[in-house]
């Protein structure tokens, strides 16, 4: 099989989401500059550099009630989010809260999640999560469209790192205990249960 996505794709379900995984979830919370807190999941994430820190999410598309997805206008509203990464016990929260909830909705509420006041940015941190990453916005990056959907990344610098003590053991973080979720194509997830050393 080869096929060019630009063509015609030979598959009902276009399969690209399903050949490039696991993707990690990042949970974007941000808040609004009238200070509504926000929370959606965006598994198109992940870590690109490291001097300094930083992440990248992308959003695709824009919802009922505007151009951008909330997490996107708030971020270029305050200029800052934090992400925090889904567990296997919050899989049915982090869900409810890819729900297209109107801007001035709570998905912390609406998902029952606990907040937790984040050290150096306003948004608020998702008090469950093992990790939480306080960024800041470096830049967006609108990507190249054949539609109408907008598609754009946000890159951020992450300013302020927690980890729950519970996992760090002997100075390393034991990262197969904090059982992250990663997305894959369809409606399948998976969770990051065994590791394996290899030395370079
Ligand atoms: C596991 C998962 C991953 C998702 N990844 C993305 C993504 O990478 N980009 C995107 O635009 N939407 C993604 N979505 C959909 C958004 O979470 C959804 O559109 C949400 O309502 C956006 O919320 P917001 O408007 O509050 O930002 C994902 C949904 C789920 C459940």
Known sequence: MFYEPNKKCPFKIDPFKSIVFPRPIGWIS????????NLAPYSYFNSVADEPPQ???CSNGSTAYGKYKDSLSNILSTKEFVVNFVTSTLRNQMNISSKDFKPDEDE???????????KLVKAPS????????????????????????I????????????????????????????RYIARMGYSEYTTVSSKFSLRR
């Open 55 to 57: 992440v990248m999410f």
């Open 126 to 149: 998702v008090k469950d999560s093992p990790v939480n990453l306080e960024c800041k916005l470096v830049e967006t990056i609108k990507l190249k469209s054949n539609s109408k959907k």
């Open 30 to 37: 941000s808040i609004s500059k009238n200070g509504i807190a």
């Open 151 to 178: 598609s754009i990344m946000v890159i951020g610098e992450v300013i302020g790192i927690y980890i729950n003590n519970k996992f760090i053991k002997n100075g390393r973080v034991d990262s197969v205990s904090m």
């Open 108 to 118: 912390f509420f609406f998902s029952n999640l606990k907040k937790k006041k984040s």
